[in-house]
């Protein structure tokens, strides 16, 4: 059966220093390989990694599952999470141990910590 939504858009980048994982688009278990293969990609050769949220509109239990991953995996900042991301984090507890950022460029420019 065909995924009632298109895939999320993926897209990497260097800024200020670190690197940017963004997508745009739902995710969910079916549609998160994109996003996990670039996220894990990158947190095996990236001191920070940004991932930008800002462009997610939909997120589910599977991309906290890989944000949490990445977080032990990497320094992870999170950019621009969308109040539905937002709620996620806060009622999993998970918004006390990820680093969230209001704009990508903010994230980029946090002194590591």
């Not at 599952?65 to 806060?90: F, K, S, W």
């Not at 999993?92 to 680093?99: I, R, V």
């Amino acid at each position: 059966m065909p995924h009632p939504h298109p895939a999320p858009r993926v897209k990497q980048y260097a800024a200020n220093g670190s690197w940017v994982v963004a997508v745009e688009g739902e995710l969910d278990a079916q549609t998160l390989p994109p996003l996990q293969q670039a996220m894990e990609r990158a947190a095996a050769t990236q001191p920070i990694l940004v991932f930008d949220a800002s462009g997610l509109s939909f997120a589910d239990s599977s991309t906290l599952n890989l944000l949490l991953q990445t977080h032990r995996a990497t320094a992870l900042r999170i950019a621009g999470a969308q109040p539905q991301l937002l709620r996620v984090l806060e009622m999993t507890g998970a918004d006390t141990a990820l680093a969230l950022f209001p704009s990508v460029a903010d994230a980029c420019e946090a002194r590591a910590s």
